[in-house]
């Protein structure tokens, strides 16, 4: 079975403070994408970024950066320097290659991180 | 913004009613795939439609239809409403199936009552 956890359901954090989101999945295949989302209290996802399972190289883009290590099965993310504009729920999200029981493309959700920064 | 565009905004129908909601894709993608988000939760996919044909379906029921058209928009249509179809409904749009990145509109809230 697929499956992502996000344990983490709620973070408050002051400006400036870092954070780390963490995303543990599942999933038999050995071709299959990661994907990181940011929902903002206005309710549209927005895609943040998207890793396959050949690629453990860490990313980096401004404030944000993602850890992902095949060993532990984990795609963390980590902001830096957190700002009041980051407040948002944030969801990660897995995506299988080959086809067991769903569509080849769809994703599937965790049920996503509601951080709170606080000025 | 990603280009996905979803009407309408807000919707309230009535246990037993049926609900149409569309969905214009990104230009360039032919891929439209659909999510149920209840509130405090994570979107659930319902199904997706490739180049105009079903392509795979979550665990939702036969109520729940769809369609993809030529010029790659879509539709999700629910019958027989009832009380937990209350949610947040997202299409997302890619340029092909598995692998790429969905880029989602901004949702439809269907409230039943």
């Known amino acids: 079975a697929q499956k992502v956890t996000q344990a983490q359901t709620e973070i408050s954090v002051v400006e400036k403070e870092d954070v780390t989101l963490d995303c543990v999945y599942e999933?038999?295949?050995?071709?299959?994408?990661l994907f990181w989302y940011k929902q903002p209290p206005s309710g549209e996802l927005v895609f943040l970024i998207r890793?396959?399972?050949?690629?453990?190289q860490n990313e980096i883009s401004g404030r944000y950066s993602w850890n992902f290590q095949k060993s532990t099965s984990s795609f963390n993310f980590t902001i830096t320097a957190s700002q009041v504009v980051d407040s948002a729920v944030y969801f990660c999200?897995?995506?299988?290659?080959?086809?067991?029981?769903?569509?080849?493309?769809?994703?599937?959700f965790g049920k996503g991180t509601k951080l709170s920064v606080k000025p | 913004e990603t280009g996905v565009t979803q009407s309408p905004t807000h919707l309230i129908k009535t246990r037993g009613q049926q609900v149409t909601l569309r969905c214009s894709s990104q230009?360039?993608?032919?891929?439209v795939s659909w999510y149920q988000q209840a509130l405090g939760q994570g979107p659930q996919f319902i199904f997706q439609?490739?180049?105009?044909?079903?392509?795979g379906r979550g665990n939702f029921p036969p109520r729940f239809s769809g369609l993809q058209f030529p010029n790659y928009s879509s539709e999700l249509n629910v019958n027989a409403l009832e009380l937990d179809d209350s949610a947040l409904y997202l299409c997302?749009?890619?340029?092909?199936?598995?692998?790429?990145?969905?880029?989602f509109g901004p949702g439809t809230r269907l409230t039943v009552t």
């Open positions: 997302a749009s890619s340029l092909e199936l598995a692998g790429y990145e969905q880029y």
């Open positions: 999933t038999r295949d050995t071709t299959y994408y």
């Open positions: 890793r396959n399972s050949f690629d453990e």
């Open positions: 999200a897995l995506s299988a290659f080959q086809d067991y029981g769903g569509s080849q493309g769809n994703l599937i």
């Open positions: 230009s360039g993608h032919n891929t």
């Open positions: 439609y490739y180049r105009e044909e079903e392509n």
